[in-house]
C-alpha cells in the first residue's frame, strides 16, 4: 500500500510467475494497516519499519 494515494499492488500474481527469481516485499507502508499475507503471496523477503502504518 502506499499511504498517500491508497495504492495497493497485487504481489501474488507477479510472484507466482517469478520463475527462480527471489521475491522482495517493501511492506513499511502496508504493515500493520492492512493484511499481509508473507507465505500465501509467496514472498522470499519481506521488510518494514516503524515510520508508516506502525
Known sequence: AETSTGVRN???PVSHAK???LVVAD????LGGIEVDIDGWG??????????CL
Open 19 to 21: 520463475g527462480d527469481a
Open 10 to 12: 497485487d504481489v501474488e
Open 27 to 30: 511492506v513499511v507502508t502496508s
Open 43 to 52: 514472498v522470499d523477503v519481506a521488510y518494514s519499519g516503524t515510520q508508516k
